[in-house]
C-alpha cells in the first residue's frame, strides 16, 4: 500500500524532530566536556601560581629573619 503525504511528511516530521534533539544532546555534551576541562585547566593554573607564591612569600620572610636590624631613621628638628 503505497503511503499517502501526510504519513511521509509525519514521518519526516519524527526524523526532524528526533534529529534536532540528538544534535540538541551532542552539542550539550560536548559543552560540558569543554567546561570540565577549562575548570581543569583553571585548577591547575591557580594551584600552580599558589606554590610559586608561598615559595616566594618563605623566601621573603628568610631574607627578612637573616637581614640585619635596620636603623632608624635621623629625625629632622623643627626650627
Do not use: C, F, H
Request: aromatic share 2%.
Amino acid at each position: 500500500m503505497p503511503e499517502t503525504k501526510a504519513a511521509r511528511e509525519r514521518a519526516a516530521a519524527v526524523r526532524t524532530a528526533r534529529g534536532l534533539e540528538q544534535v540538541w544532546e551532542n552539542r550539550k555534551t560536548l559543552v560540558k566536556k569543554e567546561m570540565e576541562a577549562e575548570s581543569a585547566a583553571n585548577d591547575a593554573k591557580t594551584a600552580r601560581l599558589r606554590a610559586l607564591r608561598l615559595e616566594r612569600e618563605a623566601q621573603e620572610a628568610e631574607a627578612a629573619r637573616n637581614a640585619p636590624p635596620a636603623e632608624p631613621k635621623a629625625r629632622k628638628r623643627k626650627l
